[in-house]
């Protein structure tokens, strides 16, 4: 043997020595794990139907109390919009902040259900809009001049066109016209504190910018928005699920005649697995915010990580992203996945251990649908009581639900055990989950108009 191969072969059992070592923490050589040792780990991630329902049982209870001000465990806040006709039309400016991109849309509404987005421009802040710790959304007039700069490209002049306005934010509304801050959604908590009305801003910005024929009209959140323009288009849609960063149900709540937007992800009665302690554990804003931590793709990276560690039996896994954390686990090729788990978590993985391991990611995001859905049967039983559901769309939206294979299935499935009786076992509930593209925007192009119709269209929007 030359020195060439002899040190390289020296230098494959020093470094299968070191990964045995992390394994064992000691110098007693390592034994394969089980096959069946994964099972342990994901089991706990898989919800049964009582467990289900149980879940519905108690958001729609607590839903209802909060409807009737008895209590603030499931907080939601008020669009003061109603569910558009279907026969709005017009032609509409939208913007969308999702906290590092600005969007600005051109939206024509005609009126028989349908739409089209007729021009469309995105930029990328050079500061986010929210940091860690920041108790409301950075929008200084910077960003807003920059924002009406957008609009103006978009709008191609100072032609008259009603606005609207939609934010990945939890917010105070004033009216559906406006809004100041109640804290940064997809931060997940911060205490509350009041800001200017952020519309009344921007048509401040507009107007620096010679666009003054542009009015900021409606302002909502992504939740809103998403039904606005889910029930546009389809009439037998009343929810909207929003499962991305934040975790957030939009409903036409017939009580109050509007939309509200619940924070499902504030909710707080769950059980919890102990990795999901963990994780809540080592957040900024612990024992707050828990459903959204086993729900939204800010955390989901977070209890896969965790639970490598255990499976690994090691302190440390490098973070990734709940983005990469999905691409890993629906590689097709099993050398491919192995190689890409390996430069990610930057450690030799085994081929008996790929599919263990997507195994366990597959079921973290399988209970995040799983509860998602659950949340939505819970508004819908709040609606229907102990009567039947009617058939209907919900509205999803999301990049969990929308990049996840497999999410909208699984949610179908909740519909199913969660809304059949013992005499209907095995029917179909009606209930369907419907992806939906490009919701915010078309939303709030729909909340204009809605507010041009309130308004007796006495403002005129350019066609």
């Not at 504030?266 to 957040?283: G, I, L, P």
């Not at 799983?370 to 949340?375: E, F, K, S, T």
Request: charged share 20%.
């Amino acid at each position: 043997m030359n020195v060439n191969n002899l040190q390289k072969s020296m230098k494959f059992v020093y470094f299968v020595i070191q990964y045995k070592k992390e394994k064992r923490g000691s110098d007693v050589l390592m034994e394969f794990r089980s096959p069946e040792d994964w099972k342990k780990i994901a089991q706990h991630f898989y919800y049964t139907d009582i467990q289900l329902q149980r879940v519905v049982q108690r958001f729609s209870g607590h839903l209802s109390l909060a409807v009737h001000n008895q209590n603030n465990r499931l907080p939601f806040s008020k669009s003061y919009l109603p569910l558009p006709t279907g026969r709005e039309n017009g032609v509409f400016l939208a913007v969308e902040f999702d906290g590092h991109k600005v969007r600005v849309f051109r939206v024509r509404l005609w009126g028989r259900r349908g739409y089209v987005i007729e021009k469309k421009i995105s930029q990328t802040l050079s500061v986010a809009l929210c940091t860690e710790g920041s108790p409301e959304p950075l929008i200084t007039d910077a960003v807003l001049d920059c924002v009406a700069a957008l609009i103006g490209t978009v709008a191609g002049g100072n032609y008259a066109y009603l606005l609207g306005h939609t934010f990945s934010f939890s917010v105070h509304y004033e009216r559906s016209g406006d809004w100041r801050w109640r804290h940064w959604a997809r931060k997940i908590g911060g205490r509350k504190k009041a800001g200017r009305a952020i519309n009344a801003r921007l048509y401040q910005a507009l107007t620096r910018q010679g666009l003054e024929n542009i009015r900021p009209a409606a302002i909502l959140d992504d939740a809103a928005a998403t039904l606005l323009s889910a029930a546009y288009t389809y009439d037998n849609t009343r929810l909207a699920v929003i499962c991305g960063h934040g975790f957030d149900i939009g409903y036409f709540e017939p009580l109050l005649k509007m939309i509200l937007t619940v924070h499902a992800g504030d909710y707080n009665e769950v059980e919890r697995t102990s990795w999901d302690w963990e994780v809540d554990a080592a957040s900024g804003n612990p024992g707050r915010n828990l459903f959204g931590k086993m729900v939204s793709s800010a955390y989901l990276s977070k209890i896969y990580q965790r639970t490598l560690c255990s499976y690994f039996d090691t302190e440390t896994i490098p973070s990734f992203s709940t983005r990469a954390m999905n691409e890993v686990i629906s590689t097709e090729y099993s050398r491919n996945g192995r190689m890409d788990m390996s430069r990610m978590w930057n450690r030799i993985i085994l081929p008996d251990d790929v599919n263990p391991l997507r195994s366990i990611g597959a079921a973290i995001f399988v209970r995040a649908a799983q509860l998602a859905g659950a949340a939505a049967w819970g508004i819908l039983r709040h609606l229907y009581g102990k009567a039947d559901v009617p058939a209907q769309n919900v509205a999803v939206a999301g990049g969990i639900m929308g990049r996840v294979r497999g999410s909208l299935g699984m949610m179908e499935d909740v519909f199913r055990v969660c809304g059949e009786e013992p005499s209907t076992c095995g029917q179909e509930s009606g209930v369907v989950p419907q992806l939906i593209q490009d919701g915010a925007a078309v939303g709030a192009a729909v909340a204009a108009a809605l507010s041009q119709s309130a308004a007796g269209a006495q403002y005129q929007t350019s066609g």
